[in-house]
């Protein structure tokens, strides 16, 4: 009895240590394709161009036409990976019909993502291709870590190699410590262009590392490397983008591109005293100092999250706030841009760009008034066009819509404090600009909205009225985005 406990221990034991091994270090005892065949780089970077590698190996320039695609649908949380395989598949459609040829997503979704991704494109001549983010949540974010933490560049690197291993179907088990949860078994990666890692980093949390680790002056990999006296914090992204490199080349026999998430609020330009103190624009996070080694055959782009109303930077300085765009007017948007795509000897993609269709307006943009808010979603429309042109004209290699969908989830600054934020995903508020950015709107009803603002009173009876008066009726109706109206009388004013 005795030995049959001991034996029974040593087998729990070996079990435990196997699945420690697997869920935090990536050791799997599943059979991984490839490992020793040729390298694949189903995408490749030459210059400032990006190339879609054919099966016999010709390298076809390929123009990143994009959307993003949150994990967001009304009645749930980003958090529930509520959208279905089925609605997936009849996005991805509308996705293709509309000209886009990618998608761009930030974090691990559910699987019915990647399992509608696969069946969409295993037998499609004209697949759509995907853009994978690994995501630092707003904690480690806006915290008291530098990136060096125990808590952050390790982390990093783990969440770097679930993604990677999901994206090659080879996570049977994710038990959603970076995000989804469930099997990871089909293999997507030959219609994956390649990896935005990170978020819009936080000044104070760059700031912040470039100080408490002022000794990482460089960073030497197999894949990359930075020039000495580079900031630390953009040692630590080598870092990290070496890992990408290193765990998909010796496991996968794969080559992705790689690139670095960025915005305005980190950009590598400088600007005068007075307008980097107002903006509180501080620190850079500079990706020209990263460079490739020759193991590396696929490439990297630079990536950036650039709207045409914040900040705008150059309206305050004299020497850009007058320039014109290729149609002869004054547009910093197209400006920046340039300013952009010039600093850089990667390709540009614009990760993020768009404008929202809601009541409520934070920003504006004061020279072509493409705002965020206020607009209609005709005003939106044509906003979006303008900026994908004013993105061309600069020479970026490609650009990616924000967003795909409308996310009730959303919240904002200028009216959180009028919300419940624990109700958000139950109902639509107009009023909030960080909502309505979708191409794809979600109007409340199942067949029609319950009252329509258009003369007609069809849909109004008796029963609406809450008040009457000298002849005139108040009557109201509601769901989950307005609260509807309607005064009926002989003689009412306007």
């Given at each position: 009895?005795?030995?049959?406990?001991?034996?029974?221990?040593?087998?729990?034991?070996?079990?435990?240590?196997?699945?420690?091994?697997?869920?935090?270090?990536?050791?799997?005892?599943?059979?991984?394709?490839?490992?020793?065949?040729?390298?694949?780089?189903?995408?490749?970077?030459?210059?400032?161009?990006?190339?879609?590698?054919?099966?016999?190996?010709?390298?076809?320039?390929?123009?990143?036409?994009?959307?993003?695609?949150?994990?967001?649908?009304?009645?749930?949380?980003?958090?529930?990976?509520?959208?279905?395989?089925?609605?997936?598949?009849?996005?991805?459609?509308?996705?293709?019909?509309?000209?886009?040829?990618?998608?761009?997503?930030?974090?691990?979704?559910?699987?019915?993502?990647?399992?509608?991704?696969?069946?969409?494109?295993?037998?499609?001549?004209n697949?759509?291709?995907?853009?994978?983010?690994?995501?630092?949540?707003?904690?480690?974010?806006?915290?008291?870590?530098?990136?060096?933490?125990?808590?952050?560049?390790?982390?990093?690197?783990?969440?770097?190699?679930?993604?990677?291993?999901?994206?090659?179907?080879?996570?049977?088990?994710?038990?959603?410590?970076?995000?989804?949860?469930?099997s990871?078994?089909?293999?997507?990666?030959?219609?994956?262009?390649?990896?935005?890692?990170?978020?819009?980093?936080e000044?104070?949390?760059?700031?912040?590392?470039?100080?408490?680790?002022?000794?990482?002056?460089?960073?030497?990999?197999?894949?990359?490397?930075?020039?000495?006296?580079?900031?630390?914090?953009?040692?630590?992204?080598?870092?990290?983008?070496?890992?990408?490199?290193r765990?998909?080349?010796?496991?996968?026999?794969?080559?992705?591109?790689?690139?670095?998430?960025?915005?305005?609020?980190?950009?590598?330009?400088?600007?005068?005293?007075?307008?980097?103190?107002?903006?509180?624009?501080?620190?850079?996070?500079?990706?020209?100092?990263?460079?490739?080694?020759?193991?590396?055959?696929?490439?990297?782009?630079?990536?950036?999250?650039?709207?045409?109303?914040?900040?705008?930077?150059?309206?305050?300085?004299?020497?850009?706030?007058?320039?014109?765009?290729?149609?002869?007017?004054?547009?910093?948007?197209?400006?920046?841009?340039?300013?952009?795509?010039?600093?850089?000897?990667?390709?540009?993609?614009?990760?993020?760009?768009?404008?929202?269709?809601?009541?409520?307006r934070?920003?504006?943009?004061?020279n072509?008034?493409?705002?965020?808010?206020?607009?209609?979603?005709?005003?939106q429309?044509?906003?979006?066009?303008?900026?994908?042109?004013d993105?061309?004209?600069?020479?970026?290699?490609?650009c990616i819509?924000?967003?795909?969908?409308?996310?009730?989830?959303?919240r904002?600054?200028?009216?959180?404090?009028?919300?419940?934020?624990?109700?958000?995903?139950?109902?639509?508020?107009?009023?909030?600009?960080?909502?309505?950015?979708?191409?794809?709107?979600?109007?409340?009803?199942?067949?029609?909205?319950?009252?329509?603002?258009?003369?007609?009173?069809?849909?109004?009876?008796?029963?609406?009225i809450?008040?009457?008066?000298?002849?005139?009726?108040?009557?109201?109706?509601?769901?989950?985005?307005?609260?509807?109206?309607?005064?009926?009388?002989?003689?009412?004013?306007?």
């Amino acid at each position: 009895m005795k030995r049959f406990i001991i034996i029974c221990c040593c087998i729990i034991g070996v079990v435990a240590a196997g699945m420690i091994a697997y869920l935090n270090y990536g050791v799997t005892f599943l059979p991984v394709p490839n490992q020793t065949g040729p390298l694949s780089t189903p995408f490749v970077q030459h210059g400032k161009e990006i190339y879609r590698v054919e099966a016999d190996g010709t390298e076809v320039p390929f123009e990143i036409k994009g959307v993003d695609l949150g994990a967001g649908q009304p009645g749930a949380f980003a958090t529930d990976y509520a959208i279905t395989k089925d609605t997936y598949l009849r996005w991805f459609k509308q996705i293709q019909d509309m000209g886009a040829n990618t998608i761009r997503i930030y974090i691990v979704l559910g699987t019915d993502f990647y399992e509608a991704f696969y069946e969409y494109n295993k037998d499609n001549p004209n697949p759509l291709y995907l853009i994978h983010g690994v995501w630092v949540n707003d904690y480690t974010n806006n915290s008291h870590m530098s990136g060096y933490d125990p808590g952050y560049l390790p982390v990093f690197k783990e969440d770097v190699r679930t993604m990677l291993d999901i994206i090659h179907g080879q996570r049977p088990v994710e038990l959603g410590r970076l995000s989804g949860t469930g099997s990871y078994t089909k293999d997507i990666s030959q219609w994956v262009i390649g990896f935005i890692l990170g978020v819009e980093w936080e000044p104070p949390t760059v700031a912040y590392t470039n100080l408490a680790d002022d000794d990482k002056t460089s960073y030497r990999g197999e894949y990359l490397y930075t020039d000495e006296g580079t900031d630390p914090f953009v040692n630590m992204l080598a870092e990290v983008g070496n890992e990408a490199f290193r765990y998909e080349t010796d496991r996968y026999r794969t080559q992705h591109l790689v690139a670095f998430s960025n915005w305005p609020q980190t950009d590598p330009n400088e600007f005068p005293d007075l307008i980097a103190a107002y903006f509180s624009k501080y620190t850079a996070v500079d990706v020209e100092r990263i460079h490739a080694t020759d193991e590396v055959k696929s490439g990297m782009f630079a990536s950036y999250h650039i709207y045409p109303y914040h900040p705008d930077f150059l309206r305050y300085i004299p020497e850009y706030a007058t320039q014109v765009d290729t149609s002869g007017n004054v547009n910093t948007y197209y400006t920046y841009l340039k300013l952009i795509n010039e600093h850089h000897s990667l390709p540009v993609v614009i990760s993020e760009f768009g404008v929202p269709s809601a009541r409520g307006r934070a920003s504006t943009d004061v020279n072509t008034y493409r705002s965020q808010g206020g607009l209609s979603e005709t005003e939106q429309a044509y906003a979006i066009a303008q900026c994908f042109k004013d993105i061309k004209d600069a020479g970026c290699a490609g650009c990616i819509i924000f967003s795909w969908q409308d996310e009730w989830f959303k919240r904002s600054w200028n009216t959180w404090e009028n919300v419940d934020l624990l109700k958000t995903p139950y109902w639509s508020d107009y009023q909030t600009n960080e909502q309505n950015y979708g191409l794809l709107a979600f109007d409340p009803g199942n067949e029609r909205s319950v009252a329509y603002v258009d003369g007609d009173d069809e849909e109004w009876t008796d029963a609406d009225i809450i008040g009457e008066e000298d002849g005139e009726t108040l009557s109201m109706k509601y769901d989950e985005r307005y609260v509807y109206l309607m005064v009926r009388g002989d003689d009412i004013f306007p």
